[in-house]
C-alpha cells in the first residue's frame, strides 16, 4: 500500500512539473506574439551586410518584417565584420538595440546616436550569422 501512495505521489508531482513547464511555455509565446505586435511594429530598422555573402541583408529584411519589425532600408555595409552588430541609433537607453539583440540572440550591441536620423536601430550582418540566424542560407524569401 505504502509503495502505491509514493507512486501516486511522485506521478502528480511529475504531472503537476509538466502542466508548469507547458504553462510557462505558453506564457513565453504568448508573451513574444504580444511583443511582435507592439514594440516590434515601433521599432524602424535598418539591415547592413558586412559579409561577402551576397543577398544576407534582404533575406534578413525579409525574417524582420514577419516578427513585424518595421525595416526601412537594407544595403550593404562599407566595412566587413566578425561579429553581428545592433547599434542604437537614437536612443541613449539602448532600449531599442536591447530588444533587437534579445529577439534574434546577438551578443553585440553598440550606441551611434544620430539625431538626423530616421533609423532607431542597425542590424550590421557579421561573419558569424550562421550561429545567429542558421536558416538565411537556405531561406528562399519572398520578395
Sequence with gaps: MR????????????????????????????????????????????????????????????VMRKDSFDVLVYGTSRTKLKNTVVVERRDSSMKYASHVARWYGIKYKTIEIDPDHIIDVSVVIGEDYKKIFPYLDTLKAMY
Design 3 to 62: 509503495k502505491l501512495i509514493i507512486l501516486f505521489v511522485v506521478l502528480g508531482g511529475l504531472f503537476f512539473l509538466a502542466l508548469g513547464i507547458s504553462s510557462f511555455k505558453a506564457y513565453k509565446r504568448r508573451k513574444r506574439e504580444k511583443l511582435k505586435y507592439t514594440l516590434n511594429k515601433k521599432i524602424r530598422v535598418e539591415v547592413l551586410n558586412g559579409t561577402n555573402v551576397p543577398d544576407l541583408a534582404r533575406r534578413l529584411t525579409y
